[in-house]
């Protein structure tokens, strides 16, 4: 096939209008049909004249058939309103809306879904333990259960009892987290590779996307994964094309994993593993297994060069990234990330990064280190695109290369959130709990009311305040990479095996000791300069903060200013 | 569903195990061993030790596995290794492979099942715990390990060495 022709492409305005008519058609007529099917199975069935193997199947049919027959019914109002929905979509608000509504959306459903869980949870017992078919567990609700507990809240609909009674099982609620997770991961790298694209277009003077979805270019990303949907599947015939494809799930799997154990709030977190953080640590190790191996496979020079060349990199950088972060979980005294944040609550000078000096230094050598397991800038050298073509990805094309993206932004999110962890906090606020209970009831807001409890979940610690802090450092991340030039394998191996390694070693030593005087010998003396020391280190990160705010602010006041001035116009001939 | 789990990982770590041993190129091989290291990593976590799954991935799969997948691609000569056995090899695997049979059978067939299954633990030590009876009861075996380690590590500098 020497031609590829699409159907619709040399078709005539009346025959294309024919097709829009007849699909408008087909997706309504779907539509009044699912829906009757939903409305039907709806008033057939009542609380407890079912055997509960039978619910879902049940369920399929009211909550499937209603929900696909919205969904073609939104598919047809979208064919017919394509052209005002396209004027629609090039609102700036509504890229915003849809960044921002992606997480605090998603944020929403989990709550909503934990609530949901605990009222399953704290209704009355039931009769006895039964066994159900395809889940081989005991369980304690029965429909009518259900039914009763909803009624004795004044919810009367027998529908809501079906749909609530397999959200029991253990299973399917962690089918549900897992959704969310997988949503949220393919939220980052649609947002970070835009936001990479913008922000390196901002420090090179120029303006990145522009063009798809209206303002500034919102929609380049999933337009960039359609694109790379629809090109041709390479796959090299001299490599090994079974490690080939393998590499790839290697790569991409293990940072969606690490997002198991990562807490987004106290209670926002799939599985509170003891050892959360060796976990996530593992997680990330096993990634660059799938790198090296994409590097091997591909049977190219410049490919198994990448890979080389990431093999020797963590060797070098992953000690001192693992021995950076012990010295956070000294201070905490547990692994379990849920109990070092929580030992960070109450106002940002809690937070260990300004604990002590070696902690502030740590922050520091971890975030390096971060950055090449990451392989960001300026140590992307398995990549470095200006000499090895395009390093360990040479040989990738299509959707198997844009997974490799997807894995890389995905680890991105978790180095940085890690970090915010151990050093930064974690989700809980700059400003202690205490200070917006009393700035509230000063307003004259009770603090249990709604506006309470909405300004208390935003402002007191959350998810929303974890994913901005992780947001942040990864947009560090971005800033780095586009400032800073790429260093050779040999400065990457020098700086961590004989610069960091050493570095962070004394560290540790000196922060073992110094816990040991402070908290265990209770020296009065080491006491004083830890608290004068702690309160100089919340000084600099104080001015920091303001002055990255100045800085900011400056930069969006004159955003339309080429930064400097051209050099080259006073050389030119005759200027 | 522990034992559907139970089921799964174990098949992983065999197949994968089998695949070690039945290919002949080395780097798939390899992969072949993290296939049975993440089985076993994930039998650990189905038996609710969590530390010793983790310290699994990290050391054996994440590390160990990139230092040997990385020596093979600097060794090698050709980029597609194959090895063929000899004669005195296969004996040799051969005769271990009989005694390890021989070996774990015996103390899979003598040992007392009944009591572990009568008391089973309530919930498995944590890190904390571990980590305690590794400096006070276990002591001893800890710095002895510790010390394997150092010499390893000096032993392997002392060959890496360049000769001046």
Same mark, same amino acid.
């Given at each position: ?24 058609? @087909? ?13 039907v ?92 078919? @395809? ?9 009518? /259960? ?35 997770i ?19 277009a ?16 919102w ?27 393998l ?47 994409a590097?091997?496979?591909?049977? /190219? ?22 021995m ?25 000078? /809690?937070?260990f990064?300004?604990?002590?000096p ?28 200006? =000499? ?18 997807f ?25 202690? =709990?205490?200070?917006? /209970?009393?700035? %509230?009831?000063a ?15 935003? %402002? ?17 991340? @971005? ?57 100089? @280190? ?38 | ?49 969590n ?67 009568n ?9 904390a ?30 060959l ?5």
């Amino acid at each position: 096939m020497s031609q590829i022709t699409l159907p619709w492409i040399e078709k005539s305005p009346e025959t294309l209008s024919g097709y829009r008519r007849k699909a408008i058609l @087909l997706l309504f007529v779907l539509a009044v049909g699912h829906l009757g099917i939903a409305l039907v199975s709806l008033f057939a069935f009542k609380p407890g004249q079912l055997a509960d193997w039978k619910i879902p199947f049940v369920l399929a049919l009211v909550l499937g058939a209603s929900l696909a027959g919205m969904a073609f019914t939104a598919g047809a109002f979208g064919v017919v309103f394509y052209r005002i929905i396209g004027k629609f979509l090039r609102w700036s608000y509504v890229a915003f809306a849809l960044f921002l509504g992606g997480v605090v959306g998603a944020c929403l459903i989990v709550w909503l879904h934990a609530e949901i869980f605990t009222f399953i949870k704290g209704l009355s017992a039931a009769e006895g333990e039964h066994r159900v078919w @395809l889940l081989a567990v005991p369980y304690d609700h029965t429909v009518r /259960n259900i039914y009763a507990g909803l009624e004795a809240i004044g919810v009367e609909v027998p529908v809501l009892a079906y749909a609530l009674w397999p959200l029991q099982f253990e299973f399917i609620r962690d089918l549900v987290a897992l959704g969310g997770i997988i949503g949220f991961i393919s939220i980052i790298p649609a947002f970070g590779i835009w936001w990479e694209r913008k922000v390196s277009a901002r420090i090179q003077s120029r303006m990145g996307p522009m063009r798809v979805g209206g303002w500034h270019g919102w929609l380049q990303s999933p337009a960039d994964g359609l694109k790379l949907i629809f090109k041709e599947d390479i796959i090299p015939p001299e490599g090994d094309p079974l490690l080939f494809r393998l590499a790839v799930y290697i790569t991409f799997v293990p940072p969606i994993c690490a997002f198991l154990a990562l807490p987004f709030a106290a209670a926002w977190v799939f599985r509170d593993l003891d050892v959360a953080l060796i976990f996530i640590l593992a997680m990330l190790g096993i990634e660059v297994v799938g790198v090296i191996l994409a590097g091997w496979a591909s049977n /190219n020079k410049w490919a198994v060069y990448g890979s080389m060349r990431e093999a020797c990199q963590m060797v070098s950088y992953e000690i001192p990234m693992g021995m950076s972060l012990l010295i956070p979980i000294m201070m905490a005294g547990s692994l379990k990330l849920t109990d070092i944040a929580g030992a960070q609550a109450g106002g940002f000078w /809690n937070w260990f990064v300004f604990a002590n000096p070696w902690c502030f230094i740590a922050f520091f050598t971890y975030y390096c280190a971060a950055l090449a397991s990451c392989k960001r800038a300026p140590f992307d050298l398995p990549e470095s695109e200006s =000499e090895l073509v395009a390093g360990f990805l040479t040989e990738y094309s299509g959707f198997r290369w844009s997974l490799f993206f997807f894995g890389e932004y995905a680890a991105m999110f978790i180095v940085a959130g890690l970090a915010v962890i151990l050093f930064l906090g974690g989700w809980s606020s700059p400003i202690p =709990e205490a200070w917006i /209970n009393s700035f %509230l009831t000063a307003v004259g807001a009770s603090p249990d009311g709604f506006f309470g409890t909405l300004a208390r979940g935003l %402002l007191a610690g959350g998810p929303i305040i974890f994913v901005l802090k992780a947001t942040f450092l990864f947009y560090v991340q @971005l800033w780095v990479r586009w400032t800073l030039p790429r260093v050779r394998i040999d400065q990457v191996l020098y700086a961590c095996v004989q610069v960091m390694l050493p570095l962070v070693m004394v560290l540790l030593l000196a922060n073992t000791l110094w816990i040991l005087g402070t908290d265990h010998l209770q020296w009065g003396w080491l006491n004083v300069i830890d608290g004068i020391l702690h309160w100089i @280190l919340v000084g600099i990160g104080v001015i920091v903060a303001l002055a990255i705010l100045c800085i900011a602010l400056y930069g969006f006041k004159n955003n339309k200013r080429l930064v400097g001035q051209l050099a080259v116009v006073d050389q030119l001939p005759g200027s | 569903m522990d034992d559907l789990a139970f089921y799964i990982f174990a098949a992983v770590s065999l197949l994968s195990a089998i695949g070690i041993v039945a290919s002949s190129n080395i780097v798939r091989s390899a992969v072949c061993l993290l296939g049975t290291l993440g089985g076993v990593a994930c039998l650990y976590f189905v038996l609710d030790a969590n530390l010793l799954a983790v310290i699994q991935l990290i050391v054996y799969a994440g590390g160990t596995l990139v230092l040997m997948v990385f020596g093979i691609m600097l060794t090698s000569k050709s980029p597609w290794v194959g090895f063929r056995a000899t004669r005195g090899q296969v004996a040799g695997a051969v005769l271990v492979a009989i005694l390890m049979a021989v070996g774990i059978s015996t103390l899979v067939l003598t040992a007392e099942w009944s009591q572990s299954a009568n008391a089973p633990l309530k919930t498995s030590p944590s890190v904390a715990e571990v980590g305690e009876m590794l400096l006070t009861d276990y002591l001893v075996p800890f710095e002895v390990a510790s010390v394997l380690l150092l010499v390893v590590m000096i032993g392997a500098a002392y060959l890496a060495r360049t000769e001046k």
